[in-house]
């Protein structure tokens, strides 16, 4: 079932959907079948760096965790509910997504995983990345993350 040419299909929006399910790209290190969800992600490469945006509504300081090493960015954490909701409340439509999510990404040329950069602003992860020379060895790196 496509979209509109040129759009993604919508299912599982504003997430891919859980691992290992269609539409959710089944991420490394996540097993098949997992509850655990797999943000959209973008990946771009410019002439110096590497940069990967994903999608994480609401997030909030100490929500997100992040690892860079030179050829992959892993992402995780967990999502709560950025409203209140009393006993005696009716809920008549729950399509928000809260809960443990996680992203593992290969990235398409080494990086220097001590040269990460990562901002979160509107909803979006960015996490920019310098290229490596072709030499460098491993190694992985946390990365903190600045919330505007």
Known sequence: MGGLPGFPAMSGFPFGGQAGQAGGGASAGVPPGSSVVVPRADVIQTRHEVVVWLE???????????????????????????????????????????????????????????????????GLLEVRMLKAEPEAGPRGQDVPIRFD
């Open 56 to 122: 994480l509504p609401g997030a909030e300081p100490g929500d997100v965790k992040i690892q860079a090493s030179q050829d992959s960015l892993h992402v995780r954490g967990n999502l709560r509910r950025p409203y209140a909701v009393q006993a005696d409340d009716q809920v008549a439509t729950n399509e928000l997504f809260r809960g443990e999510f996680r992203r593992d990404i290969p990235l398409p040329v080494r990086v220097k995983s001590e040269k990460v950069r990562a901002n979160y602003r509107q």
